[in-house]
């Protein structure tokens, strides 16, 4: 399971509004073969491990697949996997996590067993649902996960008056950045953002294969259209006039987008915050000091009464980073 975990990873940020999903196949004892979700209407990873079994001449059957989902057993882009384990021949299928997708939710398990398969559910089952969250976050609540991103100096201070904008982090940092973004279904900034940095807000840096949507809250009106988020060409929602957080979550749920990433600034990440709808925060620390505060206030004490927990810390290059989640 362990196995199907790092391969589900493959998929991440390029199935979405699928989850991750991986599969490794065992016989005697020995993996056989291994598949992986890997990009939205691709085949489904229990599809993909058999085909690999398949193209290596290593036959399937009396194989045990562990599977990081529930199988599917509906026709959605690909036909059902539960039909394509039984075709295998599999004997037993072992999965982390069930699917709480409507169109599956335990019938999956149930035809597997109906057709005698011995079938156990729960094996690193945590684990699953971290890799997943964003997928099982939108399956309950049909609104985006969100997650903040935000980088401060030594001192708290998000930007340094006294010099150009500019990035205060490492480049190492950035791809990690730019990573984060690749997993996103949109990004979302103040309009404090746009006029101080004129931000992209594009993935680059790392392999990506689209770009997500572009969401600038502008409640004065004072982003003009020559920004290059609304003039690049890319798909940008431009809102002007009192916007209701909750309402844009639920909107972007529709749209099926699962997690949506707060870029700032701190007034922005305030709002978000004292609304109650942030899931997830990285607070990226760099050592440097800004000659010209602008203190952001996004201290421990602003978590922790929006509902988040501190979890444990990350590096980003040369950067370290908190990580608070919502408890
Ligand atoms: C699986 N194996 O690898 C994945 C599953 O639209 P479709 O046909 O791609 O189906 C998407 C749904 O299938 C998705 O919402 C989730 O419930 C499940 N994903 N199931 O058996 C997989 N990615
Ligand atoms: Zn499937």
Redesign the pocket.
């Known amino acids: 399971m362990r196995r199907a975990l790092v391969v589900a990873e493959r998929g991440q940020g390029r199935?979405s509004?699928?989850?991750?999903?991986g599969?490794v196949l065992v016989k005697d004892g020995v993996a056989i073969a291994e598949g992986?979700?890997d990009h939205?209407?691709g085949l489904?990873?229990?599809q993909m491990a058999i085909h690999d079994a398949e193209d290596r001449g290593v036959p399937t059957n009396g194989a045990t697949a562990y599977?990081t989902?529930?199988?599917?057993n509906?026709?959605?882009?690909?036909p059902p996997?539960t039909e394509s384990l039984l075709w295998a021949g599999i004997q037993r299928v072992i999965i982390a996590h069930p699917?709480p997708?409507p169109?599956?939710r335990g019938r999956?398990t149930d035809v597997l067993r109906e057709a005698g398969l011995k079938v156990d559910v729960g094996l690193l089952q945590d684990e699953a649902a971290v890799q997943m969250r964003s997928?099982l976050h939108w399956c309950h609540h049909r609104r985006p996960w969100v997650t903040v991103k935000v980088a401060v100096d030594a001192n708290g201070s998000v930007d340094d008056r006294a010099e150009d904008a500019g990035r205060f982090t490492s480049e190492a940092c950035l791809d990690e950045v730019h990573r984060l973004r690749q997993r996103c279904d949109a990004i979302l900034v103040g309009s404090e953002t746009v006029l101080r940095d004129d931000p992209s807000l594009t993935v680059r840096r790392v392999e990506h294969d689209r770009q997500p949507l572009r969401v600038v809250l502008d409640g004065r009106g004072r982003v003009n259209d020559d920004a290059s988020v609304l003039s690049d060409g890319g798909s940008t929602m431009h809102l002007t006039g009192d916007v209701d957080l909750e309402r844009l979550l639920q909107q972007l749920g529709d749209q099926e987008r699962q997690r949506l990433l707060v870029e700032g600034g701190p007034s922005t990440v305030h709002r978000f915050l004292q609304a109650g709808l942030v899931d997830e925060v990285f607070l990226v620390h760099s050592t440097t000091t800004h000659a010209s505060p602008v203190p952001s206030g996004l201290d421990d004490e602003a978590f922790a009464s929006a509902g988040l927990a501190p979890q444990q810390g990350l590096v980003w290059g040369e950067e370290q980073v908190s990580v608070w989640l919502r408890s």
């Open positions: 199935v509004p699928n989850p991750p999903v599969c992986w979700h939205l209407g489904h990873a229990e599977v989902l529930e199988p599917c509906h026709f959605g882009r690909t996997c699917d997708n169109n599956v999956g997928f």
